[in-house]
């Protein structure tokens, strides 16, 4: 079993900031891959960042140059720093973690910019 906890959400105006924390418990022998990924109303669910074991990332265009994938291994935990925050931005917030080539994904936290 894997266990996922989204925190750090919440309500902010444009041009703000928020860090997003997910901490992996459980069996995550061999996990590889955290990602995080975005759902606005109405709309389908989105890629936002991912960063793998060596490090390596991508980002959405749509936050490139604003928003900062890292982790924690120690902790088996993923972040998401997001700077320069647009109403557009607005969407609750999943991470996915991906363990012996298995998805597992957090319940979401909402994050909220104002205008």
């Known amino acids: 079993q894997v266990q996922l906890v989204e925190s750090g959400g919440g309500l902010v105006q444009a041009g703000g900031s928020l860090r997003l924390s997910c901490v992996a418990s459980g069996d995550v022998f061999g996990l590889n891959v955290m990602a995080w990924y975005r759902q606005a109303p109405g709309k389908q669910r989105e890629f936002v960042a991912i960063l793998t074991n060596g490090d390596s990332t991508l980002y959405a265009t749509s936050v490139k140059g604003r928003f900062t994938i890292s982790r924690d291994n120690a902790k088996n935990t993923v972040y998401l720093q997001m700077n320069s925050l647009k109403p557009e931005d607005t969407a609750v917030y999943y991470c996915?973690?991906?363990?012996?080539?298995?998805?597992?994904w957090g319940q979401g936290t909402q994050v909220t910019v104002s205008s």
């Open positions: 996915k973690i991906v363990v012996r080539g298995l998805d597992y």
